[in-house]
Every structure is written in C-alpha cells, then in structure tokens.
C-alpha cells in the first residue's frame, strides 16, 4: 500500500502567503502551524529537530522547494504544513536558487518508513513541473489543498 498524502494533509495547516521573509521566519511559521495541531505534543523538541536537520544540510531541494522535517518524540502522527512565501526565498538550496514553496514534514521517531515515504510522495508529486507550476502560483491555500488532493486522488485510481 503507498502512502496516501490526504492523510496528513490538512487546510488549516497551509499558509499563503506565509508572512516570513528569510529561511528562519518562514521554517519557523510553519513549525508554529504545525505546533499548534493536535499532531505535536513537545513544540520545542520539535523545533529543535526541525533545526538541528536543516543544520546538517539544507533542504531546498532545488526548482524552487524546500522540504524542511524533523522526526522526534512529542510527534504523534505525520503531520505537514505548507507555505508560500510573498517572493522567494533565499534557502542555500542544493540548486542555488530561492524558495517557492516549502512543505514542513512532522513525524514520530518510531515511524521511519512512514516518515521516507511521506518524503518520497511530496518530491514525486512536486517533480512534475506543471503541478511544481500551480503550487507556485496557488492564489490561497484552498488552491494548494485542491491541487494536492486532486493528485494524491488520480494516483490512487
């Protein structure tokens, strides 16, 4: 069975436009959306291992996305948040270029294979540039929840 993105997947936990401007305000906005939902119990354990990732390598994983996670207790289920910034950001991405879109990815410790394949459905999904298109251009987060959905729907057909 593969993982199916509607699971984790929720309206009130994307954000556009996020208000941040640089990597730090935005990464932090969407921990603070995500630390807010019923999915984290440990905010600061979280942020932490949000940071202490995003400190061993960034994950602007190129063509405008970043997928910043952290995996730790004080997480009780997958859980994402998903923003887009005003104008892109400026990440250290592995292709040098700003952010468009950042997709915040919450996991127990326990769950690594859920946590890989979370991981893995995002960048498939994102790797085709007409939905990586839409996403950038998403007038509001109804938009980026349709969009996403739609996809994670025709997949599962």
Same mark, same amino acid.
């Given at each position: 069975?593969?993982?199916?993105? &509607?699971?984790?997947?929720?309206?009130?936990?994307?954000?556009?436009?996020?208000?941040?401007?640089?990597?730090?305000?935005?990464?932090?906005?969407?921990? *603070?959306?995500?630390?807010?939902? /019923?999915?984290?119990? *440990?905010?600061?354990?979280? &942020?932490?291992?949000?940071?202490? +990732?995003?400190?061993? +390598?960034?994950?602007?994983?190129?063509?405008?996305?970043?997928? /910043?996670?952290?995996?730790?207790?004080?997480?009780?289920?997958?859980?994402?948040?998903?923003? &887009?910034?005003?104008? /892109?950001?400026? =990440?250290?991405?592995?292709?040098?270029?700003?952010?468009?879109?950042?997709?915040?990815?919450?996991?127990?410790?326990?769950?690594?294979?859920?946590?890989?394949?979370?991981?893995? +459905?995002?960048?498939? =999904?994102?790797?085709? /540039?007409?939905? &990586?298109? +839409?996403?950038?251009?998403?007038?509001?987060?109804?938009?980026? =929840?349709?969009?996403?959905?739609?996809?994670?729907?025709?997949?599962?057909?």
């Amino acid at each position: 069975m593969s993982f199916d993105l &509607r699971q984790i997947l929720h309206l009130d936990l994307i954000k556009v436009p996020l208000e941040g401007s640089t990597k730090r305000e935005a990464i932090d906005e969407l921990c *603070d959306l995500i630390c807010g939902s /019923p999915a984290v119990t *440990d905010p600061d354990n979280f &942020r932490s291992a949000v940071w202490d +990732r995003e400190g061993q +390598r960034s994950t602007g994983i190129g063509e405008g996305l970043a997928i /910043p996670h952290g995996k730790c207790p004080g997480v009780n289920e997958i859980t994402m948040a998903i923003g &887009r910034p005003v104008d /892109p950001i400026p =990440f250290d991405a592995i292709d040098g270029e700003p952010v468009k879109l950042i997709i915040l990815l919450a996991s127990p410790a326990d769950k690594i294979a859920d946590h890989i394949q979370a991981l893995g +459905r995002i960048s498939k =999904f994102m790797s085709d /540039p007409t939905t &990586r298109a +839409r996403a950038y251009e998403a007038e509001d987060a109804d938009a980026i =929840f349709e969009l996403l959905s739609s996809l994670d729907t025709a997949n599962q057909a």
